[in-house]
Each structure stands twice: as C-alpha cells, then as structure tokens.
C-alpha cells in the first residue's frame, strides 16, 4: 500500500505560480512512476504531467513550457511547480503512483484545490 499526500493548492491570480507537493509513505518511492492529475467541474480527470522512476518526464500539451514535475526520492517527494498560471488550470490536483511493471496508476491521493483568478 502506498499512501500519498497533497499539498500547496490555493487560490491564485492568473499569471502566478503555485508549487504543489505529494508526499508518499512507501519506502520503495523511487520503483514507483509518479502522475498529476486535475479534475475541473464538470470535466474527466486528465493526466497533467508525469514523471517515471528514472526521471522521464511526459507534460499534458496544455501545460507544456508552464509545468514541471520533479521528484526527490530522498524525501519520497514529487513536486509540480505551476507558473503563468490561467484560470483554466483551475481543478482539484491528484497525485498517483503507478507500481513498477504496471500499466495503471493504482494509489491516489486525496487532492488539493487550485483557483485561479482572472
């Protein structure tokens, strides 16, 4: 089982930057593939960014160049710092892990709400 935690949603103007923060229990972290997602009222949930064990990084199109998601292995920690944030990347953030040798992401967090303003 693997836990996570979010952290670092709130509101925000259009053009600021929020970092988010997702903290896992596993002591394994660094097997596992780590994803953000966000879901918007109404909206799927969509894949934001991901991040594989060894640090290979996928961005969704719409957040290219203003995203970036990272992972610190020591603290069993992953990151996304938002900037030139728009009122369309308002949703509720997801973090997920996906087990090594697997396909789907299997462990989620909670969530963290990001507003931003016009």
């Known amino acids: 089982q693997v836990q996570l935690v979010e952290s670092g949603g709130g509101l925000v103007q259009a053009g600021g930057s929020l970092r988010l923060s997702c903290a896992a229990s596993?002591?394994?972290?660094?097997?596992?593939?780590m994803g953000w997602f966000r879901q918007a009222p109404g909206k799927e949930r969509e894949l934001v960014a991901h991040i594989s064990s060894g640090g290979t990084t996928y961005y969704a199109e719409s957040v290219k160049g203003r995203f970036t998601i990272s992972r610190d292995n020591a603290k069993n920690t992953v990151f996304l710092q938002m900037t030139s944030l728009k009122p369309e990347d308002t949703a509720v953030y997801y973090c997920?892990?996906?087990?090594?040798?697997?396909?789907?992401?299997?462990?989620w967090g909670q969530g963290t709400q990001v507003t931003v303003s016009s």
């Open positions: 997920a892990a996906r087990s090594p040798m697997t396909t789907m992401y299997d462990y």
């Open positions: 596993k002591r394994s972290f660094s097997m596992y593939s």
